[in-house]
């Protein structure tokens, strides 16, 4: 009797099978492939979008920068020193009079004890010159004092010989010595008075003398005390102590910063916005500056004319008083309005796109459940908003949201 074998067959329709399924693969897997554009879908959920307006928009330009005083002092080392104290750190605010360091410089301080010693020198030699012309002066007076008195003396005896000459009892021989002798104190006298107006002269002149190189020294000491006193570095204005950049102990050169001293009232913001932006801002043009919490008006009133690192520096006043929460070297944010766009279109800024360039958004149907691609082109930067100049009309849709993974989607469904 014969077996029917079936093994063959089941083998044979496993095969087709497998190749029917590999069919399918492949169907599905083309018509992926082939998919259109317009089939590919986003929740509406994920999109953020914005209509396109009219109307009068406010060109600005964004940077940031630091307040700075607009009034400061720089003090440096005059001579060779070290830091024995640092009596006061950045942030604390000073008066003309507060000390920030000690120093000291030992050489100087040996040529201070020196000259004091050669001026005490000086006084003492000025003193015992007074006294010497002094006393000298009063030796002499004395002197003229006798003769004096020795003249008033013969004056009596003269007179009185006079008279006793005529009646014979005194001899012409002792009234003629008497009348020369009278004359000759006279003359001596007269010598004498002379002689003490010189001396006065000749003293005063030589009093003059020991006192100019008293004075002398007397200035050389004063000139190195205030070399000394500059170990003792002050502040010499009212304000904040910005920087200090020592340490107790640090050995410092003739030249080098000691400490930045800036006004705490008188501020100024320095803003650096982008090189490309630079040119768009023009002095005199009005600025908001972000203080912490506070927005405050400005105006710009120096733009430096060199590049670093792709920025320029602009400097604005401000227009309207500080809050108390300014100080120097606080960071801020700042706006600088170029100028007012009117009757302009704009929109929202969308995601990753620059001024002045055209770029490619999703805008929506008159459904509002596609999106097709458009080439807009934008101009001013308004901050949050962006002016176009071409591309769209008023009341477009545009979705702002980062759209990178449709770059190759024409169109786009949109569901709820």
């Keep these: 009797m014969d077996v029917v074998k079936h093994k063959a067959k089941k083998q044979s329709n496993k095969k087709y099978l497998m190749t029917g399924a590999a069919l399918l693969c492949v169907s599905i897997l083309g018509w992926v492939a082939l998919k259109p554009d317009g089939e590919r879908k986003i929740q509406r959920n994920d999109i953020v979008t914005a209509q396109v307006q009219r109307g009068t928009l406010q060109a600005e330009i964004t940077g940031f920068g630091v307040l700075r005083s607009n009034s400061q002092k720089l003090i440096t080392a005059r001579y060779p020193a070290t830091i024995d104290e640092v009596v006061l750190k950045p942030g604390a605010r000073v008066t003309p009079e507060s000390v920030i360091l000690r120093m000291s410089n030992p050489e100087m301080e040996q040529e201070l004890e020196r000259s004091l010693m050669a001026l005490s020198k000086e006084e003492a030699n000025l003193k015992r010159l007074a006294l010497d012309n002094?006393?000298?002066?009063?030796?002499?007076?004395?002197?003229?004092?006798?003769?004096?008195?020795?003249?008033?003396?013969?004056a009596l005896k003269k007179a009185a010989e006079t008279e006793l000459v005529e009646k014979g009892i005194v001899s012409r021989l002792s009234y003629n010595t008497t009348v020369l002798e009278y004359e000759q104190l006279q003359e001596s006298i007269d010598i004498q008075e002379n002689r003490m107006a010189q001396l006065k002269l000749v003293h005063e002149q030589a009093y003059a003398i020991q006192e100019g190189q008293m004075e002398q020294q007397k200035a050389q000491h004063q000139a190195i005390q205030d070399r000394v006193n500059r170990l003792t570095v002050k502040a010499g204005m009212s304000g904040i102590l910005q920087r200090s950049p020592v340490e107790l102990g640090q050995s410092v050169i003739a030249g080098q910063e000691l400490a930045l001293v800036g006004s705490e009232d008188d501020l100024v913001g320095l803003i650096k916005v982008s090189q490309s932006q630079?040119?768009?801002?023009?002095?005199?043009?009005a600025a908001t500056v972000k203080i912490r919490n506070d927005q405050v008006a400005a105006k710009v009133q120096r733009i430096t004319p060199e590049v670093q690192d792709g920025m320029v520096e602009v400097e604005v006043a401000f227009v309207a008083e500080l809050s108390s929460s300014a100080r120097p070297e606080l960071s801020v944010d700042a706006k600088i309005f170029t100028k007012a766009l009117e009757n302009t279109l704009y929109i929202e800024r969308p995601v990753n796109v620059r001024t002045q360039s055209t770029q490619t958004l999703f805008k929506l149907d008159d459904s509002g459940d596609a999106a097709y691609r458009a080439q807009v082109t934008f101009g001013e930067d308004a901050g949050r908003y962006l002016q176009i100049t071409s591309g769209a009309k008023l009341g477009d849709i545009f979705i702002l949201s980062d759209m990178a993974s449709f770059k190759e989607s024409k169109t786009i469904g949109i569901i709820n």
């Design 134 to 154: 002094k006393r000298e002066l009063l030796t002499e007076s004395s002197k003229l004092s006798e003769l004096r008195a020795e003249y008033k003396k013969l």
């Design 278 to 285: 630079a040119e768009r801002v023009q002095i005199g043009q």
